[in-house]
């Protein structure tokens, strides 16, 4: 008896490993997707983000236990939506966990099909709870619609490509960006004394954010910020070095506060 608990406990020692590896990898690739807007989240909280979706995707493909992934593509995608990103964001989140299981941990693609109806119904199950637009039939691996996929093809790379033509390139995913609404803990030491508020930003890049505040914030004041900061019980908050580069007078006496980071919100090994 005590020999299979210690087997079973090395078992789950290396399958720990294995997920911490691939979480790694994950976070690089995710924090390098330029296009999807998970990008500018620290690479800890995209590594994290990937190890629940490795841990509740093993349990699917191992022992058929579906409850974990479905709960996790629904908190996922509730959390996102009130947070600003966009659906296309999430599914680009999802599809890159799922490359790099195939390419990085040797996952074959050919068992991912009860993996991939559960996201794409959990998914379904959403529409009308959160604020996008999620059509019938839609497959998060295309995108798209399964019914409409060949009939709305010509048609959405007719409007893509007008609408490309006519947008000015500096502003083509300038605007998207700056719809999110993440959580943020800021404190450090100003001139009348110590400051330290939860609020959310109004715009976010890879080098920093901005938000809104009544605090006196001056440029090249030194703050310490929780970037993303999640107050649920058993939350890993990582606090980022940061500095004011912009104070901008806002409506209601309130200031805009643009911040850059000190340190990369990468990986290490990057």
């Not at 079973?8 to 807007?37: F, I, V």
């Not at 993440?182 to 715009?203: D, F, K, S, W, Y």
């Amino acid at each position: 008896m005590e020999s299979e608990e210690k087997e079973l406990t090395k078992a789950q020692a290396r399958q720990d490993e294995r997920r911490d590896r691939y979480a790694a990898h994950a976070g690089e690739q995710l924090r390098q997707a330029g296009e999807c807007q998970f990008s500018l989240l620290p690479y800890e909280e995209l590594a994290r983000v990937a190890a629940n979706w490795y841990d509740a995707s093993a349990q699917a493909m191992l022992r058929a236990n579906y409850t974990l992934i479905d709960n996790l593509v629904r908190q996922e995608a509730r959390v996102a939506a009130e947070q600003g990103f966009e659906l296309a964001d999430l599914v680009e989140l999802f599809r890159l966990c799922r490359q790099v299981a195939i390419e990085k941990d040797g996952w074959n693609e050919d068992q991912f099909g009860d993996l991939d109806a559960i996201i794409d119904e959990a998914l379904a199950a959403l529409r009308g709870q959160v604020a996008w637009d999620i059509p019938e039939g839609y497959n998060y691996l295309t995108g798209k619609s399964t019914a409409d996929l060949e009939r709305e093809k010509h048609e959405q790379e007719e409007r893509a490509a007008t609408a490309k033509a006519a947008e000015p390139r500096g502003e083509r995913r300038t605007h998207k960006r700056n719809k999110l609404r993440m959580p943020i803990r800021v404190h450090g030491m100003l001139t009348e004394g110590p400051v330290e508020e939860i609020t959310r930003t109004e715009n976010v890049a890879k080098g920093g954010v901005y938000f809104l505040s009544q605090n006196p914030y001056f440029k090249g004041a030194h703050l310490q910020v929780m970037y993303p900061y999640w107050s649920t019980p058993g939350a890993i908050n990582s606090e980022y070095p940061a500095e004011v580069v912009r104070v901008d007078e806002r409506e209601g006496g309130r200031k805009g506060v643009a911040v850059k980071f000190l340190v990369s919100l990468g990986s290490q090994a990057l």
